[in-house]
């Protein structure tokens, strides 16, 4: 990315000219691992087949209904929990928002600190 700079030689101009920083690496996305199959492929999209016609599903679809991103990196845990735990219709007794039931990250907040499973995973 390009930097602007001032063409002014003043001090003042000098003492307030950006200093040029690393750009942050990010990623979009990660490479599964050669050992996984992803279920989009034309390999995933049969081996799905096969388990759908042999009836191997019946937990796939309630947990497909529950479906959530996590909304923290280090939330892998928590939302795999949050997902099936309304994947199981397990009643949290409390509320999400409105009169609605529901389980969500931030109902998770008991053995460890949720701040510190952000920093920790």
């Known amino acids: 990315s390009a930097i602007a700079y001032s063409s002014s030689s003043s001090s003042s101009s000098a ?3 950006p ?3 690393k750009p942050k690496r990010t990623f979009y996305r990660r490479p599964l691992p050669e050992i996984c199959t992803a279920l989009s492929s034309p390999e995933g999209r049969a081996i799905f087949s096969s388990a ?3 009836h191997g599903l019946k937990s796939f679809f ?3 209904e529950q479906f959530s991103t ?8 928590p939302t795999t929990l949050v997902v099936i735990l309304n994947a199981l219709a397990v009643d949290p007794r409390r ?4 009169p609605w039931r529901w389980y969500e990250e931030a109902h998770l907040n ?6 510190e499973v952000k920093k920790t995973g």
């Open 15 to 17: 003492r307030n000219a």
């Open 19 to 21: 200093v040029p920083t």
């Open 52 to 54: 759908h016609a042999s």
């Open 62 to 64: 309630p947990l497909m």
């Open 70 to 77: 996590q909304i923290e990196p280090a939330y892998c845990g």
């Open 95 to 98: 509320t999400w928002k409105g």
């Open 110 to 115: 008991c053995c460890v600190d949720l701040e």
